[in-house]
Structure formats: structure tokens, C-alpha cells
């Protein structure tokens, strides 16, 4: 179980406002925008290099040689190779993480959503329910250890909230919490290995304030997270060093 502070939404939250604003084609590098807010922008997860340090795709492809443009995906930029026998790339160390932006990149981004609506902001989060951290269970193991023999890891949530949070379809089934800007940071579940147990964070799948001003957004198979708001927070994301946007096309 997690130390997160985060309860069911009310009943009555509904996402249908966000369902009909998505466009089918978000997370291909050319459809990162949503009409509905003034601007957006996308941020790529961070790669590890071949010592598990997170590295941005700008340094792959300086490694590699390949350019990164506003339409690469991460085989453009790695180099990948499919032939009939065997997938080959041009970086050694590993790729993107899907759907998790990660805990710096998480922590940079919350400081200007913190910054734009204050940390007590009232906020919704969607959260894929079938995702291994959520359920728990005997399927949930760590891999490269045949001798792990710890019973199933139990959900990231008690009954009550499982039972309670409003189901939504966005992009695919999630759950409905509550809880304000701050209490982002404490998502995630506590996992238990031999005689050790350790707090994983998570990003949520979705996050919007009450005054539906700003959104966040990712997906289990995305390796960037789409950011929308208003032009000066997508301007201020840009300009962050600890994040990297999407190159933009020339005006």
C-alpha cells in the first residue's frame, strides 16, 4: 500500500469535456496539440545511457548521429534496424520509458503547475487501472531473480478507493482521484522485496486543476508526455532545462 494522500473523485466527476477535446492521433509526433487550450507541447521521457543515467534524446542523437527534428520518433533518433531476425539500434544504453515521464522529470514539471495554480489546488488524476503497480498481485514479480519467492504485491490502493473512484474510458480505463496539486507527489504504491520495502513514485495517466486550466497527459504505450494550457506555462515548460520539449517546426 502507498503513503499517498489521494481519495475517490466525487461521483459525479465526469472527463467527458476532455474525451470529446483529444484528437485520435496525440502521441504521433506530429498530432501533439489540443484546440481546446491556447497551446501545447510534448515531453519526451528521458533515455538511460549504458550506466542507467537518464540522458535526453538530444544526446542520443549526438551519440548516434541522427537528427532530431519535430516529427522523430525514439528509433529515428536511436538508429533501430528491424530485419527478420533481429532488432539493432545505434544507442548502447536503453530506451524511453513509456508512459512515466519519471520522478525528476515529475518534479520539474509540478513546480510550474505548483507555480501556476498554487500547491492546494484542487485537481483531478486519471489512473490506468491495469497497470501491474495499481492491481498488484502474483503477476507483479522483479525480473532477473528466478529465487524471488515473496507473496503477491498488494494494490496500490485499500478496497475503499478501488471501490469507490469513478471509471472514465480516456484513451483506456482509468480512475478518478482527488487530492490537491501537492499531494502529486504522492502517488505511487510501496514495494516489498525479501526483508526490504521501498516507495515507487508514479505520474498519473491524467491531471487536470478543477478550473480545468492547464492539462497533463500520457499514455501506457507514449514516450512523451502531452502538456496544454495556457501559452506562458507551455512557454515556461519549454525554457526548462530539467525537461525537454519536442523541437518545434520552423514558424
Do not use: K
Not at 57 to 84: E, K
Not at 187 to 216: C, I, K, M, N, Q
Not at 217 to 245: F, H, K, N, Q, W
Request: charged share 20%; glycine share 8%.
Amino acid at each position: 500500500m502507498s503513503l499517498q494522500h489521494l481519495q475517490p473523485a466525487p461521483p459525479d466527476t465526469t472527463a467527458t469535456w476532455l474525451t470529446d477535446a483529444l484528437p485520435l492521433d496525440l502521441f504521433t509526433p506530429r498530432g501533439a496539440t489540443i484546440d481546446a487550450f491556447a497551446a501545447t507541447t510534448s515531453l519526451l521521457h528521458p533515455a538511460s545511457d549504458a550506466d542507467g543515467v537518464p540522458v535526453t534524446w538530444a544526446q542520443v542523437a549526438a551519440h548516434t548521429g541522427h537528427l532530431l527534428h519535430p516529427t522523430s520518433t525514439w528509433d529515428d533518433v536511436c538508429g533501430t534496424v528491424h530485419t527478420r531476425r533481429s532488432t539493432r539500434n545505434d544507442w548502447p544504453g536503453g530506451a524511453p520509458d513509456l508512459g512515466e515521464l519519471g520522478e525528476s522529470g515529475w518534479d520539474a514539471l509540478l513546480s510550474h503547475l505548483v507555480r501556476w495554480s498554487g500547491p492546494a489546488a484542487a485537481c483531478v488524476l486519471a489512473v490506468d487501472e491495469d497497470l501491474p503497480w495499481v492491481r498488484g498481485g502474483a503477476h507483479v514479480g522483479f525480473y532477473g531473480d528466478p529465487y524471488h519467492a515473496e507473496p503477491p504485491q498488494e494494490p496500490a490502493f485499500d478496497a475503499q478507493v478501488l471501490t469507490a473512484a469513478p471509471r472514465v474510458q480516456l484513451l483506456r480505463t482509468c480512475l478518478l482521484l482527488a487530492g490537491s496539486l501537492a499531494a502529486v507527489r504522492t502517488l505511487g504504491r510501496t514495494w516489498r522485496y525479501r526483508d526490504r520495502h521501498w516507495f515507487e513514485r508514479h505520474g498519473p495517466t491524467a491531471l487536470w486543476p478543477a478550473d480545468r486550466s492547464w492539462l497533463v497527459l500520457t499514455d501506457l504505450d507514449a514516450d512523451s508526455t502531452v502538456v496544454a494550457g495556457p501559452r506562458t506555462l507551455i512557454d515556461a515548460l519549454s525554457a526548462d532545462a530539467r525537461l525537454e520539449t519536442r523541437p518545434q517546426p520552423p514558424a
